[in-house]
Nanobody, 123 residues
């Protein structure tokens, strides 16, 4: 069993940046992703990365503002979040897949999950 652990969340003003981290980003995973969950809402993917090739994909609010990456030497997954806005507020959860599948940007494609790190953006 793998326990994913996120860090790096916090409270910031609109326009500021945060860098989230998730460990361990093991090379045995097939892909990893970041999901955002706000109170009363479903968990939704914001970014995903294929382990090994580092091919990335982004959804919605993440496109053009955020970058998902993996530190290969230290097995850490990052999400660099720039120009944060109040609508980005939520619990950001790291996830890992152990099989390749079509659900690259859907929660059903992932097997391991962290507890999340809270990001709060005020205007």
């Amino acid at each position: 069993q793998v326990q994913l652990k996120e860090s790096g969340g916090g409270s910031v003003q609109a326009g500021e940046s945060l860098r989230l981290s998730c460990t361990p980003a093991l090379s045995t995973f097939k892909y990893m992703g970041w999901f955002r969950q706000a109170p009363g809402e479903e968990r939704k993917a914001v970014a995903a990365l294929v382990i090994g090739s580092d091919v990335t994909s982004y959804l919605g609010r993440a496109e053009g503002r955020w970058t998902i990456s993996r530190d290969h030497a230290r097995n850490i997954l990052h999400l660099q979040m720039n120009n944060l806005q109040p609508g980005d507020t939520g619990n950001y959860i790291c996830a890992a897949a152990i099989r390749f599948g079509e659900a690259f940007l859907e929660a059903r494609g992932y097997y391991y999950w962290g507890q999340g790190t809270q990001v709060t953006v005020s205007s």
